[in-house]
């Protein structure tokens, strides 16, 4: 296995939409280092992304900016603000929704 690179740029214009219903840019995806990946992730004003789930992975929602409300199966819906932490277990569907005026930025 060759080592991984140490700093990776990730330029804006990297942002895709996703058929999830937000946009994601990549900021770390690497085959040496397959146990974690880094992406930004940003939903419209009064956009949900549609149920979903990673089946082997466990995700983790690190809200950025703006206001919503996610839902993990399972648990009730949840309200998020900036600074906090959403754990979803390997399997589980998810989905979130803007309620705010901006966007709405995590990283996953």
Do not use: F, K
């Not at 330029?11 to 990946?37: F, K, M, T, V, Y």
């Not at 995700?59 to 399972?74: H, P, S």
């Amino acid at each position: 296995m060759s080592p991984c690179q140490p700093l990776v740029y990730s330029p804006l214009s990297h942002e895709q939409w996703i058929e999830e219903g937000c946009l994601i840019r990549e900021l770390w995806n690497q085959a040496q280092d397959p146990a974690l990946s880094i992406a930004r992730a940003r939903v419209e004003s009064g956009l949900t992304t549609r149920w979903h789930r990673l089946i082997d992975t466990v995700e983790r929602y690190l809200i950025l900016e703006g206001t919503g409300i996610v839902e993990v199966e399972g648990l009730g819906a949840q309200r998020v603000n900036p600074g906090d932490l959403v754990y979803i277990p390997a399997g589980a569907a998810q989905r979130i929704r803007n309620d705010g005026t901006g966007d709405l930025g995590r990283a996953i």
